[in-house]
Each structure stands twice: as C-alpha cells, then as structure tokens.
C-alpha cells in the first residue's frame, strides 16, 4: 500500500512482510526510486524507527539466517554426540 504522509514524503507498507519502506521526500523521487534506483530505498525498522538502506538489512538478515543456522547445526552435532556416547557406553 503506497502512502504519503503529512510532509508529503513517499511510504509502502507491505502486508506480506509486515514491513514499512521509505521512498523519498516527494511523490517524484518516491516512485523514480522505486522503479528506476531500487537500491536507494530504506526500510523502516519497527523498534526504533530508524531508516536501514535495502542492501544492508539484507546483508544483517543474511548474517542473522547464517548465525542461527550455524547454532542449530552446532546443537544438533552436540546432541548427536552426546547421545551417541550413551548409546555405546
């Protein structure tokens, strides 16, 4: 859903995500972004409100993706480990 607030500034809330981006200042910038520089927009973080350009909230959820994937292979070699030493003992 594309928004202009009261300062006129372009905003598009998708559902989908559940997620806010900010366009630009005006209508004219807003859409030359959205559909010509796609890498100028910025998300709009729900916490603190702060604008995190596009290609860095990718880079920082691919980091997070890669941490808990790397916690979950470390506990499932720890388990089986673990129950493995049992099971012979």
């Not at 993706?65 to 070699?77: P, Q, V």
């Amino acid at each position: 859903m594309w928004m202009l607030d009261e300062n006129k500034r372009l905003l598009l809330w998708n559902e989908m995500e559940n997620g806010m981006m900010y366009l630009r200042s005006n209508l004219t910038e807003g859409f030359t972004n959205y559909f010509i520089h796609p890498d100028r927009l910025c998300y709009i973080m729900e916490d603190n409100f702060k604008m995190v350009p596009v290609d860095e909230f990718k880079r920082q959820a691919e980091e997070m993706g890669d941490m808990i994937w790397e916690n979950l292979l470390a506990r499932k070699y720890f388990m089986t480990k673990k129950f493995g030493e049992e099971d012979h003992a």
